[in-house]
């Protein structure tokens, strides 16, 4: 796609000569870069210092909802950040007209939306670097995870419940070379059905006692005690994990919207300084903070 840039001629009168792409790709890929760069070493210095809230071990599921609310809040502002420097590399690093700006309000108001859609571009760009990534540490994750997984014996209650499972399955003297893989998958199958409305129904309880019973070697009252509070303390955990994806969901999105506005808002003060020109008059309050840049 291209248009006819606008230049100026000795009297005045602008003319349209050059024809020049609408996006320049070397500047969005270059701000997408920067931006999921940075953003990848703020997730991590977050993660650090304890700003997770998408851990399913025993410890983090107990974390209170203001951490929770604080990581999510974290996530949202090192998006602004970070969607922002890219977003004003790509327009500042953008080429082309950009003289007239002061003269032409017409021009003017096409070179911003053209910065604009570069810092778009590069936000959108930045999100699918991130989203892949994560796509490949994911699969690798599974990759490496345990050959039960791969005979298909595994549930989605692991790693979610696997505290839960190691405490109603364990036993004083464990014989040597057991697996128990189906039997842990086939209670991890039961345990989950304890955050449902109707929670653990009487027959699944039952069976889930005798087996606790048959493996563990308890007496009946023991393997039923510890089943209840295997039963309990599964829907305590699975309810902190509905509420920990639940904030980390609502942060991803509002921290993607509003990462790609603050990608827009960039490119055009990238774009404003790249030509020496004043901040429009919408983001005269951020230019209270910047020194103001004229052309000489």
């Known amino acids: 796609m291209t248009i006819e840039a606008a230049t100026l001629v000795e009297d005045g009168v602008p003319t349209f ?15 997408a870069l920067v931006a999921a760069a940075f953003a990848f070493t703020l997730v991590t ?24 609310l604080l990581s999510g809040l974290f996530l ?13 590399i790509a327009g500042r690093t953008r080429g082309d007209v950009g003289a007239v700006r002061n003269d032409l309000g017409a ?20 999100v699918l670097i991130g989203a892949g990534l994560t796509a490949i540490v994911s699969a690798a994750a599974v990759n490496r995870s345990s050959p039960s997984f791969a005979m298909g014996n595994r549930t ?18 464990r014989p040597p070379n057991v697996d128990m893989s189906v039997e842990r998958a086939e209670a991890g199958r039961i345990l989950m059905t304890s955050s449902s409305h109707s929670g653990v129904n ?3 309880r039952t069976y889930l006692i005798q087996q606790v019973q048959t493996l563990t070697g308890l007496s009946a009252g023991d393997a039923e005690r510890r089943t ?32 790609a506005v603050s990608a827009w808002a960039a490119a055009v003060a990238g774009g404003r300084h790249r030509d020496g020109a004043p901040l429009p008059e ?13 052309a000489r």
């Open 17 to 31: 000569t050059d024809d020049v792409r609408y996006l320049r790709w070397t500047p969005i890929i270059a701000g």
């Open 45 to 68: 210095f977050g993660v650090t210092i304890g700003l997770g809230i998408s851990s399913t071990s025993p410890t983090w599921r107990d974390a209170s909802a203001a951490l929770s």
């Open 76 to 88: 949202i502002l090192q998006a602004i950040v970070s969607f922002g420097l890219g977003g004003y």
């Open 107 to 126: 021009a003017a108001n096409s070179e911003e939306t053209r910065d604009g859609l570069h810092g778009l571009t590069a936000w959108a760009l930045a």
């Open 156 to 173: 989605s209650a692991e790693p979610l419940l696997s505290y839960e499972l190691d405490r109603l399955l364990r036993q004083p003297r």
């Open 202 to 204: 009487a027959d699944d």
């Open 228 to 259: 209840d509070q295997a039963i309990a303390s599964s829907r305590t955990a699975i309810a902190h994990a509905r509420r920990s994806t639940i904030i980390l969901a609502f942060s991803l999105a509002v921290a993607a919207l509003l990462g």
């Open 282 to 294: 919408w983001m005269a309050f951020a230019d209270r903070f910047e020194p103001r840049i004229t």
